[in-house]
């Protein structure tokens, strides 16, 4: 029904056919939607284990308007950027990943600043994973309709633990009275890690969702050949650089910069290999990363400077953490 409805949308011959989307506007909406959530999801969470594992005091609040505002923003990002990009990007954050935990040392603060950089990059993995698993799909809309529901609803319960542990932890931690704060009192140490499990899963479905969606672009082995070495090249010499910048910048400043270099040097390899809707594409995922990375910079510069403790240790300032 909705395809009947979408074919007699006059977009054949009042757009060029470079700004024409791939999949119907509807599935790249939800599939947005979900990307989104994961981000939310993600943030949440690494608020909580923050808030559970260091004394930091300069993680900002802002208003809930705010995070809300910048929640549709990110999801009508990922809708709009094609399959072709977010691909790329995957794959350019999964090689720049390896490439970290092979140079330094995989310590708590690295895999914390990691999962911060991934906010965008996860909104792209599960984008053009969807956009993989369902592709020929007959009700592809309802499938990935009732996937929103679900991120949906794991996005609500994810903020809502940040507000109850926000609101009430350092009162439930000396009490002890609240089985939340409680598990995050004894087992709030295995936050880290199964976000990281989890990470490691989505990219690894997310990588051979990639490669597919890039190689269908290509008719012959040449062609991809083509593609593939001036990638892999240009990003290789790209993550050796990053990794000297991050060692002589403060933690934040690497992150921006290496957002300005990374999207830069994709942008000249669509100028050269890609398409009129690639480079535009890039274009909207560096706002993508902006509106990701600058509202977290208190993560950033928390995980930084991350003060350890025991687990039983009250903790001095919680209401210094915000909701997004």
């Not at 959530?37 to 308007?65: A, N, W, Y």
């Not at 094609?82 to 310590?107: D, Q």
């Not at 004894?186 to 479905?205: D, E, K, N, Q, Y």
């Not at 050949?225 to 990794?243: E, H, N, S």
Request: aromatic letters at 8%; hydrophobic letters at 50%.
């Amino acid at each position: 029904m909705l395809s009947f409805i979408t074919s007699f949308i006059p977009t054949s011959y009042l757009l060029p056919g470079w700004l024409i989307p791939d999949i119907n506007p509807v599935d790249s909406f939800l599939q947005g939607l979900i990307g989104a959530c994961g981000i939310s999801v993600l943030c949440c969470l690494l608020r909580v284990h923050l808030l559970e594992e260091t004394t930091s005091q300069h993680i900002r609040s802002k208003p809930g308007h705010v995070g809300l505002l910048r929640f549709l923003f990110v999801a009508g990002l990922l809708a709009v950027v094609g399959s072709r990009v977010a691909s790329l990007v995957v794959l350019e954050f999964i090689l720049r990943s390896i490439s970290g935990l092979l140079t330094a040392r995989p310590s708590s603060k690295f895999l914390q600043q990691l999962l911060v950089q991934s906010q965008f990059s996860l909104g792209c993995a599960l984008s053009c994973s969807l956009s993989f698993l369902h592709e020929g799909a007959s009700q592809r809309w309802l499938c990935l309709l009732l996937a929103a529901a679900l991120s949906w609803f794991l996005e609500r319960q994810a903020s809502g633990l940040l507000h109850h542990v926000t609101a009430l932890y350092s009162l439930h931690s000396s009490q002890r009275y609240c089985g939340i704060c409680i598990c995050l009192l004894t087992s709030g140490s295995r936050l880290l890690p199964m976000l990281c499990r989890a990470m490691v899963i989505t990219f690894s479905v997310a990588a051979l969702a990639a490669v597919s969606i890039i190689n269908q672009q290509f008719l012959s082995a040449s062609e991809a050949l083509r593609f593939w070495t001036p990638l892999t090249i240009c990003y290789t010499l790209l993550v050796v650089y990053m990794q000297e910048e991050q060692h002589r910048m403060p933690g934040s400043q690497a992150v921006f910069n290496s957002v300005v270099v990374r999207l830069g040097g994709l942008m000249v390899l669509m100028l050269t290999v890609g398409r009129w809707a690639d480079v535009l594409h890039i274009l909207m995922c560096f706002l993508g990363e902006a509106s990701c990375l600058i509202p977290t910079k208190d993560l950033l510069d928390a995980a930084s400077s991350q003060v350890s403790k025991s687990p039983w240790k009250r903790h001095t300032g919680p209401k210094a953490l915000s909701v997004h």
